[in-house]
């Protein structure tokens, strides 16, 4: 399985700008999707926003679509989520996933590999 490492958290005021990236060593970094999801206090791990590991097919949850863009370069092994415009709301941990097939879902994810998260908190 691949070895993740998220970075790129931090704080920011609501209206700002992240760019978290998931780096990935070990095997063909090109033949993973890569899945984000976060988790806010108290509450369950969910979907993000994924991109399939062929054509590079984007995937978004509705509450972040026209924010956050999720791109890939294979040649860096890495694969980056810009997330734009950021509310309060989007405070959570980051966690990115590598699995053989994209995941929105726990159960689907878990067929692959996590990252140790990045910490995004978006101040009022």
């Known amino acids: 399985q691949a070895q993740l490492v998220e970075s790129g958290g931090g704080l920011v005021q609501a209206g700002g700008s992240l760019r978290l990236s998931c780096a990935a060593s070990g095997r063909t970094f090109s033949n993973y999707a890569i899945n984000w999801f976060r988790q806010a206090p108290g509450k369950e791990r969910e979907f993000v926003a994924a991109?399939?590991?062929?054509?590079?097919?984007?995937y978004y949850t509705d509450s972040v679509k026209g924010r956050f863009t999720i791109s890939r370069d294979n040649a860096k092994n890495t694969v980056y989520l810009k997330m734009n415009s950021l509310k309060p709301e989007d405070t959570a941990v980051y966690y990115c996933?590598?699995?053989?097939?994209?995941?929105?879902?726990?159960?689907?994810?878990?067929?692959?590999?996590w990252g140790q998260g990045t910490q995004v908190t978006v101040s009022s």
């Open positions: 991109i399939g590991w062929s054509v590079g097919r984007t």
């Open positions: 996933n590598a699995a053989p097939a994209v995941a929105m879902t726990l159960d689907e994810a878990d067929f692959g590999s």
